[in-house]
């Protein structure tokens, strides 16, 4: 395993969500709706496919990575 593969990512979920629940619905290993309705994020990650789907997914553009 290289150490790009090993790599973990945090990824957030902005004050710009709206709670559509598209991320939870593409990636809800990751992705979760709060008490309020708001997107938030569950864990460290590794960078994935069906996060970046999530990010592409998102009408606002509130999830990011941290660098
Ligand atoms: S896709 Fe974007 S707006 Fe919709 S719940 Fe997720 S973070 Fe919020």
Not at 12 to 34: M, R, T
């Amino acid at each position: 395993m290289t150490h790009e593969d090993s790599q973990l990512w945090d990824v957030y979920v902005n004050e710009d969500c709206i709670g559509c629940s598209a991320c939870v619905a593409i990636c809800w290993e990751v992705f979760d709706l709060d008490d309020e309705g708001k997107a938030f994020s569950k864990k460290w990650i590794k960078q994935s496919e069906s996060v970046d789907d999530a990010i592409s997914a998102c009408p606002v553009n509130a999830i990011h990575y941290k660098d």
